[in-house]
């Protein structure tokens, strides 16, 4: 029987959790793009503008954590346009969620 | 320890990172709620706070911590995407913050840094 060290566990269990983010974030994404057409035509309540910044915050947190880096600067920009009286263009809320499915579509980058 | 983040990734690559690399013992939480119950139930040497959580966020449940008597003597780590704002006005248990995204296979020796672990 081979012995496994911890962080081969390790490895193991971050490759499991990071695809498991990659969909969870996927699905953050969809639904941001979801939020910045409704933001866009003014049909958002507050509470939904809260909640898309909310889901813009975590999107960064995760993706950055779980192998996407490249996923959170634009992440934040979003985070950041969703915070009311931001001023942030829409063209360029829409250029960062494209930034972050692009982000998205590779494989994560898991490696110790 | 005790991580709590309204994200269930971040949790889970915590527990993991802390228990697989840094062999302990790692439970977790998904609210400020939720961390108050099991703080006070399991009496963790350290929590992992998340700052922005919906609800009670990490701030608030600090505070709620400190005010219990169960509780007010465990040592915090803000879990945070924001700058040093949050450390502030945050009183001496608090002992630092890990920001987001980290990088979890540095996790544990973070937070041996941060509690004066390391020899």
Known sequence: MALVSGQDAFSVELARIAAAARHSNLSRAEQLRHALDRVQDGGLEPEQVERARRLAHQLAGSSGTLGHPAAVSPARLL?????PGSGIPDATADEALAAVLAALQGQPDTTL | MLVVDD???????????LELVGGCTVLTAGSGE????TAAEERPDV????VMMPGTDGPATQRLLSDDERTSDIPIIYLT???????????????????????????????EALLGWRS
């Open chain 2, 47 to 50: 929590i992992l706070l998340d």
């Open chain 2, 34 to 37: 939720e961390c108050r119950r």
């Open chain 2, 7 to 17: 994200d269930a990734s971040i949790r889970e690559v915590a527990q993991a990172a």
């Open chain 1, 79 to 83: 985070e950041s346009y969703f915070t």
């Open chain 2, 81 to 111: 995407a924001k700058s040093d704002s949050v450390l502030q006005q945050s009183p001496p248990i608090v002992r630092g913050m890990i920001l987001k995204p980290f990088d979890p296979i540095r996790l544990m020796s973070d937070v």
